[in-house]
C-alpha cells in the first residue's frame, strides 16, 4: 500500500465537496464514504498539500466544516484563445472515455467552453474540428459500465480483493471469480482489467464490455501487488491486449515490397528491427515476442 490515501477515494471526496454548497464535517463525509473519520482527515490535509482550494471553518463552540474554496471546486483558470481551441478540436479524442467520469467531466467542459464563446465563435471551432477527425469504428460504449468501473477503480487504487463475474468471448454462461485488480488498460477503443487470479495463479485480463457485476471483499482484504509492477512494462511483450506466458522468442516475418511499405509506417510492438532485403521484392521485419501457450 502507498503511504498517500488511495487516488479513487480522494477523488471521490472531491467530487462530494464540489457538489456541495454548503461546508460539511468529517463525521458526515466519513459516514457517507463508510470510512473512519481519520482517513478523511488525513485525505482532506493531503489534497489542500496538494493545492486544491479546500479550508477549513471553525464555527460556533469550536465546531469544524470543510468545504472548497471556489463554487466550481477548482480556481479560475486563465486559457489562451489557441488552448480553448485546442480543448474543443480534442473533444473527439475523449470518446472512448464516455460513460465513465471522466467522460461526463470533459463534456461538460464543453458545454461550458461553447457557453463562453458564444454561437460565432463556436461555429468557427466547429469548422476549424472538421478538419480532424478520430473515427469512433469498433470503440465500446461504457454509459452502461459507470458503477462497474468505479468500482474496478477503487479496487485498483485501493487495493483490494474484488469478485468480478463475467462472460468470456467464446464461454456461454458467466463465471465469477476472485481476483487481485492491478490496473485497466486501454486498447483500441475497448478498457480492459489487468489482474491476478490466485485460483490459476496468474495475470489475466478482462474485457469490461463483459463484466456484469463488481463487488469488494466484504472484510477488505489487502492485495500483495509486487511493487515493482508496472502496466506498460506488463504489455512490453505483448502483441496488443495479447499476451503469452511462454519463453521468449526470436520470429522473423518476411513482406512483399508493396506490404513493408505498410509495415514500416506503424510501430507494431517495442522490438522490431526492420531488415531490409536490397535487390530483392520481399522486406524482412525481425522482432522478439512472448509465444502464446
Given at each position: 500500500m502507498a503511504d498517500t490515501a488511495p487516488l479513487a477515494r480522494q477523488w471521490r471526496l472531491l467530487q462530494i465537496l464540489s457538489a456541495r454548497r454548503q461546508a460539511t464535517t468529517v463525521r458526515e463525509l466519513a459516514a457517507e464514504m463508510n470510512v473512519i473519520?481519520?482517513?478523511?482527515?488525513?485525505?482532506?490535509?493531503?489534497?489542500?498539500?496538494?493545492?486544491?482550494?479546500?479550508?477549513?471553518?471553525?464555527?460556533?463552540?469550536g465546531r469544524k466544516t470543510w468545504r472548497l474554496d471556489f463554487p466550481s471546486g477548482v480556481p479560475p483558470l486563465s486559457f489562451t484563445l489557441t488552448e480553448v481551441a485546442a480543448l474543443h478540436v480534442g473533444r473527439e479524442l475523449m470518446l472512448p472515455l464516455a460513460g465513465t467520469d471522466f467522460g461526463s467531466g470533459a463534456h461538460s467542459t464543453f458545454r461550458k467552453i461553447r457557453s463562453?464563446?458564444?454561437?460565432?465563435?463556436?461555429?468557427?471551432?466547429?469548422?476549424?474540428?472538421?478538419?480532424?477527425?478520430?473515427?469512433?469504428?469498433?470503440?465500446?460504449?461504457?454509459?452502461?459500465?459507470?458503477?462497474?468501473?468505479?468500482?474496478?477503480?477503487?479496487?485498483?487504487?485501493?487495493?483490494?480483493?474484488?469478485?468480478?463475474?463475467?462472460?468470456?468471448?467464446?464461454a456461454t454462461e458467466s463465471v465469477t471469480v476472485e481476483v487481485y485488480p492491478y490496473g485497466i488498460v486501454h486498447h483500441k477503443g475497448a478498457l480492459y482489467l489487468v489482474a491476478f487470479v490466485r485460483e490459476h495463479n496468474e495475470l489475466r485480463h478482462y474485457k469490461v464490455n463483459r463484466i456484469s457485476t463488481v463487488g469488494i471483499h466484504a472484510q477488505q482484504i489487502p492485495i500483495q501487488r509486487p511493487a515493482d509492477f508496472d502496466l506498460k512494462r506488463h504489455l512490453t511483450d505483448s502483441f496488443g491486449i495479447m499476451r503469452g506466458d511462454g519463453v521468449t522468442q526470436r520470429v522473423r516475418i518476411r513482406f512483399t515490397r508493396e506490404v513493408a511499405r505498410i509495415v514500416r509506417e506503424k510501430t507494431w510492438h517495442p522490438s522490431p528491427k526492420l531488415i531490409e532485403s536490397c535487390g530483392s521484392s520481399t522486406a524482412g521485419l525481425c522482432f522478439r515476442s512472448k509465444t502464446e501457450d
Amino acid at each position: 500500500m502507498a503511504d498517500t490515501a488511495p487516488l479513487a477515494r480522494q477523488w471521490r471526496l472531491l467530487q462530494i465537496l464540489s457538489a456541495r454548497r454548503q461546508a460539511t464535517t468529517v463525521r458526515e463525509l466519513a459516514a457517507e464514504m463508510n470510512v473512519i473519520d481519520k482517513t478523511i482527515r488525513r485525505d482532506l490535509q493531503f489534497l489542500a498539500s496538494l493545492g486544491f482550494p479546500i479550508v477549513e471553518i471553525v464555527g460556533e463552540y469550536g465546531r469544524k466544516t470543510w468545504r472548497l474554496d471556489f463554487p466550481s471546486g477548482v480556481p479560475p483558470l486563465s486559457f489562451t484563445l489557441t488552448e480553448v481551441a485546442a480543448l474543443h478540436v480534442g473533444r473527439e479524442l475523449m470518446l472512448p472515455l464516455a460513460g465513465t467520469d471522466f467522460g461526463s467531466g470533459a463534456h461538460s467542459t464543453f458545454r461550458k467552453i461553447r457557453s463562453a464563446l458564444g454561437d460565432a465563435a463556436v461555429k468557427y471551432l466547429a469548422k476549424l474540428a472538421a478538419i480532424f477527425h478520430a473515427t469512433s469504428f469498433g470503440a465500446s460504449d461504457y454509459s452502461n459500465h459507470t458503477a462497474i468501473i468505479d468500482q474496478l477503480m477503487i479496487a485498483c487504487e485501493d487495493s483490494k480483493v474484488a469478485f468480478v463475474t463475467s462472460q468470456s468471448q467464446r464461454a456461454t454462461e458467466s463465471v465469477t471469480v476472485e481476483v487481485y485488480p492491478y490496473g485497466i488498460v486501454h486498447h483500441k477503443g475497448a478498457l480492459y482489467l489487468v489482474a491476478f487470479v490466485r485460483e490459476h495463479n496468474e495475470l489475466r485480463h478482462y474485457k469490461v464490455n463483459r463484466i456484469s457485476t463488481v463487488g469488494i471483499h466484504a472484510q477488505q482484504i489487502p492485495i500483495q501487488r509486487p511493487a515493482d509492477f508496472d502496466l506498460k512494462r506488463h504489455l512490453t511483450d505483448s502483441f496488443g491486449i495479447m499476451r503469452g506466458d511462454g519463453v521468449t522468442q526470436r520470429v522473423r516475418i518476411r513482406f512483399t515490397r508493396e506490404v513493408a511499405r505498410i509495415v514500416r509506417e506503424k510501430t507494431w510492438h517495442p522490438s522490431p528491427k526492420l531488415i531490409e532485403s536490397c535487390g530483392s521484392s520481399t522486406a524482412g521485419l525481425c522482432f522478439r515476442s512472448k509465444t502464446e501457450d
